[in-house]
């Protein structure tokens, strides 16, 4: 297929005229039937890359997601487009997802999502057997390496899935990876000779800046102040998202916040009122951002420090999707590192801690020994943790490792939002008349068209809008017309989702390979030296995130604060000066961050926050709970 062919599908689904580089010759790699490995940085235009060879190809395309949320965004946004796309995950009856294999099976479905857990079972495989498989994406590739920062157990089954069907080209997509995680995705994968597009993970649009402040409510307030535009605020804390919202909003900011522990129609509302700039901030955990496709962010503010340097930046990233000037901001008080690193430090449980949380999570959903649930199990990882009275980071790191192990899986976020298919013709239905039925079936219609083909998500919420009636009442009336045989109705799934893979042990029995301990602990270490390497260091900010990604050669950006400092002639004499005009105090004993620099304009203050940086990396001084003290 040419190329003014490609870009016929791209400008009739997508409304865009051209392709970005390097697109195209990613799509045209795939349509050859080549293996194809595609690293474009977040924003880049991964999906398409796929999507398009979907509609190109006269069969079937597989997409292994790891994310419930990303494939029900994914698909939503597709449908919308009038694209044939649907997902199969954990969440989903055995109704629901024998319905969807009968529509791929009659070529209803063009591109069909699932999760790397579901490519082995017995029934998608004989789906498989039965479809003419055109393509198999695997998006967030990255997932199968150890080194990533992602690594999840399950993407390592992907490759005896391919084995099945080998004569199928494979494109795997991430936005980041260095080179272990590159060699890895095509080992792991067995990836036939693929032809690899590794793009930049630079952004020239993007400014990298850390800021050391002593309040981050004020520094939060200028900065928005600073630079006009959306915005997403990144915390750790759910309870301090809606703090900081409502401090926002007192202050006559237009916020909103967002984290996992919401109902699915909140989240939704929330995304929908940020993305049509109905409201201009928010505040979020990092549960928000993933799969959302908003060009004009021009400001990300971590308030915390995150997890690590490849989290950063992809968070970061949401920024400047545009490719228009944009700003990521990493608000910084010396007394926090020491906190931080102890956390982290202190997460990372010990065998006797990850053997007591699998014995509490047993006890919980009340699996005796030698017994194993069936299917998946609704948790809520908080309400979990006060029942039991365990610290929630920590256990948080324990259930990732028994789910390294094997011992079991844990689904995040699996909120399926109600679904509705009917199930009589439209003859059959225009002959069905009841006064009332008929205003929420026409609603239905007008709302979600393709439902005699497609099972489709819903929102009672919008069709209690819609006819000013109570959501109840919808809820309620859509039970009865199933009772009746007209349509099937699968009423929303919350929460996140358990799985038990093996037969429950005694405790002593539960061990975690010493190799993949000591790896996950090494990994953990890793990150903690180059996240402090990206705060305190003296190189450019973008040019620290390229080499961590194992690109050289990259120029130093000019519009971080380092080059914005090294610009503004920071220079040896000047710390030299500073140093001297400090050190007599410090003989006195430890000086209050704030009480040094509160009588500083803003320039001063930048400059001096600067030369304290370089005086304690040079060893000189360090900061303990908010002091300066002698080194």
Not at 21 to 41: E, N
Not at 169 to 194: C, E, F, H, R
Not at 455 to 460: D, L, N, V
Request: neutral net charge; aromatic residues 10%.
């Amino acid at each position: 297929m040419h190329e003014g062919e490609l870009e016929d599908i791209l400008l009739r689904n997508w409304g865009y005229p051209k392709f970005r580089s390097p697109q195209l010759q990613i799509i045209q790699s795939v349509i050859r039937g080549t293996d194809t490995l595609a690293i474009l940085p977040t924003g880049g235009g991964k999906s398409l890359c796929f999507q398009v060879p979907a509609l190109a190809l006269s069969g079937l395309t597989i997409v292994v997601s790891p994310l419930i949320a990303l494939m029900r965004d994914q698909v939503q946004q597709l449908t919308r487009r009038g694209i044939e796309a649907d997902s199969i995950h954990s969440a989903l009856s055995s109704t629901a997802i024998d319905r969807i294999y009968d529509n791929a099976r009659l070529g209803k479905v063009k591109l069909l999502y699932v999760s790397p857990e579901r490519l082995m079972t017995r029934s998608f495989l004989q789906f498989a057997d039965d479809c003419k498989i055109s393509l198999v994406a695997i998006d967030e590739a990255h997932c199968i390496s150890q080194w990533g920062y992602d690594f999840r157990p399950a993407y390592i089954k992907i490759k005896d899935f391919l084995d099945t069907c080998p004569s199928v080209p494979v494109i795997a997509l991430t936005a980041s990876a260095n080179k272990q995680v590159q060699a890895d995705i095509v080992s792991k994968l067995g990836l036939n000779k693929p032809k690899q597009f590794i793009t930049s993970v630079t952004r020239s649009e993007l400014a990298y800046r850390v800021n050391w402040v002593a309040s981050k409510s004020d520094q939060i307030l200028a900065l928005l102040k600073q630079h006009p535009g959306t915005a997403i605020i990144y915390l750790q804390s759910r309870r301090k998202t809606q703090d900081l919202a409502k401090f926002l909003k007192l202050h006559g900011q237009k916020a909103d916040f967002y984290h996992a522990g919401l109902q699915p129609n909140d989240r939704e509302k929330k995304q929908d009122a940020w993305i049509k700039d109905q409201s201009r901030i928010m505040v979020a955990t990092n549960a928000f951002g993933m799969g959302i496709d908003k060009p004009n962010v021009r400001l990300v503010i971590h308030v915390d420090i995150p997890e690590s340097i490849e989290a950063y930046y992809q968070e970061a990233g949401r920024a400047g999707r545009d490719g228009l000037d944009s700003v990521a901001y990493l608000l910084y008080n010396p007394s926090q590192w020491e906190d931080y690193e102890s956390r982290q430090r202190e997460a990372f449980p010990v065998i006797k801690v990850i053997q007591k949380v699998y014995q509490d999570l047993c006890a919980h959903f009340q699996i005796a020994i030698g017994a194993m649930p069936f299917g998946s199990l609704a948790f809520d990882l908080e309400e979990f943790c006060k029942k039991y009275s365990l610290p929630a980071n920590q256990t948080w790191k324990a259930i990732q490792l028994l789910e390294h192990a094997g011992w079991l899986e844990f689904i995040q976020n699996a909120n399926q939002s109600s679904t509705i298919e009917i199930l009589i013709t439209a003859d059959e239905l225009i002959r069905f008349q009841h006064q009332k039925f008929d205003p929420l079936l026409q609603a239905i219609l007008r709302l979600y068209p393709g439902l005699f083909d497609f099972q489709k998500e819903i929102s009672e919420n919008k069709l209690s809008e819609l006819l000013k009636i109570p959501v109840d009442e919808v809820k309620q009336t859509l039970e009865e017309l199933q009772k009746m045989g007209i349509l099937v109705y699968q009423r929303q799934e919350l929460g996140s989702r358990m799985i038990f893979l093996k037969e429950r042990v005694t405790t002593a029995r539960v061990q975690i390979d010493k190799d993949l301990y000591q790896f996950r602990k090494n990994r953990m270490e890793m990150q903690l030296s180059s996240m402090r390497g990206y705060i305190y260091g003296k190189t450019c900010r973008s040019r620290y995130i390229a080499s961590y990604f194992d690109e050289d050669k990259i120029r130093d950006c000019g519009i971080c604060d380092i080059c914005i400092a090294q610009r503004g002639g920071i220079s040896t004499i000047k710390v030299d000066a500073f140093w001297s005009k400090i050190k007599h105090r410090l003989l006195e004993g430890p000086i209050q961050f704030e009480t040094l620099l509160e009588s500083a304009s803003e320039a001063e203050y930048n400059e001096a926050v600067i030369h304290l940086q370089t005086l304690q990396t040079e060893g000189k001084i360090k900061f303990e709970n908010n002091k300066i003290t002698s080194a």
